[in-house]
């Protein structure tokens, strides 16, 4: 069989996993996340993390690999996704890589030559003292595209993005390129907008049923500080906000779920360009274009 990867794609809540695993089961495939956030260990709940009973025993790569007290770069992530690449392919299994984190996918799929920028606590600390709009000002001079497609209050992830401009003196869009050299199918799960609007306030809401609210504080009581917790974004951080008493309830349900419809529409931002993905509405759909695309697949 020939070497080859399908990316499934799409916005947040899209029901990209659910797919993922059918296509798995039909097309003896292996599946390596691309979340940025799932890679932590313990941040379950929050990131809609699959569970080992609904993966239906398809091997998932790329879950859980790091503690959420260290930082985790694109860089190492590409390293991993590509050992995991390879060792799918010894196994004569289809890889199937699934994500919403656009740079986590490119990295990838495009082989982004990413520069080795190691921390700067110099750097950082003058960074640090500016407000979220001052550094997205500068972010938007330097990066355009990223200021665009980047989580807007997410302080810790501005100031990374900047701290590679800044030290390379270029934008991430202008990175050298090393596409994988074997074909990629991209899928990306269409839904309208309402659509994802709903299911997102209806995970939240599932999400603090299953325990959301323990699952931080877990975290908090192996070490890790509020100003990480909400560092991590979307629900962690308006949750992290109510722990800490600084916003009621509603406010929490309200500000998370419109944080996570923005992040969906930096997400597309990324997505709608790409004239390489195909958008499906179904499992049929996305089973046809396989079949269509990839001839020696069964």
């Known amino acids: 069989m020939e070497k080859k990867l399908i990316a499934i794609v799409g916005l947040t809540a899209s029901g990209k996993s659910e797919l993922a695993i059918k296509l798995a089961k ?31 025993g398809i091997l998932h790569h790329l879950l859980s690999v790091v503690s959420p007290k260290k930082g985790y770069s694109v860089v190492s992530y590409q390293k991993a996704a590509y050992r995991a690449i390879l060792g799918i392919f010894r196994r004569k299994h289809v890889p199937i890589l699934i994500g919403g984190s656009p ?19 110099k750097l950082r600390s003058q960074l640090e003292k500016l407000s979220i709009a001052e550094l997205l000002w500068k972010l938007k001079k330097l990066d355009p595209a990223r200021a665009k497609s980047i989580e807007q209050k997410n302080k810790r992830r501005i100031i990374r ?7 390379t003196g270029k934008p991430v869009s202008s990175l050298k390129k090393d596409p994988l050299p074997y074909p990629v199918l991209f899928l990306g799960i269409k839904r309208t907008k309402e659509e994802i609007k709903k299911r997102i306030h209806k995970r939240f809401l599932a999400m603090l049923k299953q325990g959301f609210l323990s699952e931080i504080k877990k975290l908090r009581k192996e070490g890790l500080s509020w100003k990480k917790i909400e560092s991590f974004g979307l629900e962690y951080r308006e949750s992290a906000q109510y722990l800490q008493g600084k916003i009621s309830k509603k406010e929490m349900i309200e500000k998370a779920t419109k944080a996570t419809e923005n992040f969906a529409r930096r997400q597309m931002v990324w997505f709608k360009k790409d004239q390489r993905i195909y958008w499906v509405k179904n499992y049929k759909e996305a089973t046809n274009l396989i079949l269509l695309s990839f001839k020696d697949i069964s």
């Open 161 to 167: 993005a900047l701290e590679i401009v800044l030290t």
């Open 26 to 56: 039909k097309f003896h495939g292996e599946i390596i996340s691309a979340d940025s956030r799932q890679v932590y260990k313990g941040l379950d709940i929050g990131t809609a993390k699959i569970k080992k009973g609904e993966m239906k």
């Open 103 to 121: 740079q986590y996918i490119y990295s990838v799929v495009d082989g982004w030559v990413l520069p080795k920028v190691v921390p700067d606590k």
